[in-house]
């Protein structure tokens, strides 16, 4: 059974940072596509910044240059470093995981963690 659990969310004013985290299972993280989602009350969950098995990285254009995706292996956790953080940033933000090595969008990815809020203010 796959679990994600994902931590860091919060509050911040524009402008401020913040690390998101996903830890899961030594399989899944070795063997799955990962990714951070995001979905904003009355929006579609959208792909943020996904790194595939064979380890190559997609980011949202609204993200690109702000946030960073990342892995670490010794604990089998993926980050997301979000940095210059504006109020449209405002969302739940999701970690979700795959089989697909070629997992990119939303609808490509299977399972889901409960979600971090993340709150930012003008």
């Known amino acids: 059974q796959v679990q994600l659990v994902e931590s860091g969310g919060g509050s911040v004013q524009a402008g401020g940072s913040l690390r998101l985290s996903c830890a899961a299972s030594e399989y899944t993280y070795r063997r799955y596509s990962m990714g951070w989602f995001r979905q904003a009350p009355g929006r579609e969950r959208e792909g943020v910044a996904t790194?595939?098995?064979?380890?190559?990285?997609t980011y949202a254009d609204s993200v690109k240059g702000r946030f960073t995706i990342s892995k670490d292996n010794s604990k089998n956790t993926l980050y997301l470093q979000m940095n210059s953080l504006k109020p449209e940033d405002t969302a739940m933000y999701y970690c979700?995981?795959?089989?697909?090595?070629?997992?990119?969008?939303?609808?490509?990815?299977?399972?889901w963690g409960q979600g971090t809020q993340v709150t930012v203010s003008s």
């Open positions: 790194i595939g098995s064979y380890g190559y990285t």
């Open positions: 979700g995981a795959d089989e697909n090595p070629w997992a990119v969008v939303a609808p490509d990815y299977k399972y």
